[in-house]
């Protein structure tokens, strides 16, 4: 069975990181595409960024490039989200997605086919 378990969210402060964790099951990540989405309340999903089998990193959003890196664990089938210098406005649910595409990263940044459930992120004072 097929399945992404986020983990690792919480409340931060402005400035602050956060290192979120997707485990992965039931696939194997040297074919398969990898991403983040997250959503602000009251606004739609928005793509971050995905990690790809093949060519490494696409970035979605300008924003995130400089304080965002996404990596990945093969022993322990997981893939990482690096938050660092976080701002209020990163506040959202983050969730990891499979992409069935040869490894491929979707060109649109919310095309994938298996989604987890989610984590919370807040950043505030």
């Known amino acids: 069975q097929v399945q992404l378990v986020e983990s690792g969210g919480g409340l931060v402060q402005p400035g602050g990181s956060l290192r979120l964790s997707c485990a992965i099951s039931?696939?194997?990540?040297?074919?398969?595409?990898v991403g983040w989405v997250r959503q602000a309340p009251g606004k739609e999903r928005e793509g971050i960024l995905c990690?790809?089998?093949?060519?490494?990193?696409?970035f979605y959003r300008d924003s995130v490039k400089d304080r965002f890196t996404v990596s990945r664990d093969d022993d322990k089938n997981t893939v990482y989200l690096q938050m660092n210098s976080l701002k209020p406005e990163d506040t959202g649910i983050y969730y990891c997605?499979?992409?069935?595409?040869?490894?491929?990263?979707?060109?649109?940044?919310?095309?994938?086919?298996?989604w987890g459930r989610g984590t919370q992120v807040t950043v505030s004072s």
């Open positions: 997605a499979r992409r069935d595409n040869w490894g491929w990263c979707p060109e649109d940044s919310l095309r994938y086919d298996v």
């Open positions: 039931g696939f194997d990540l040297d074919y398969y595409a």
């Open positions: 990690l790809s089998s093949r060519d490494g990193t696409t």
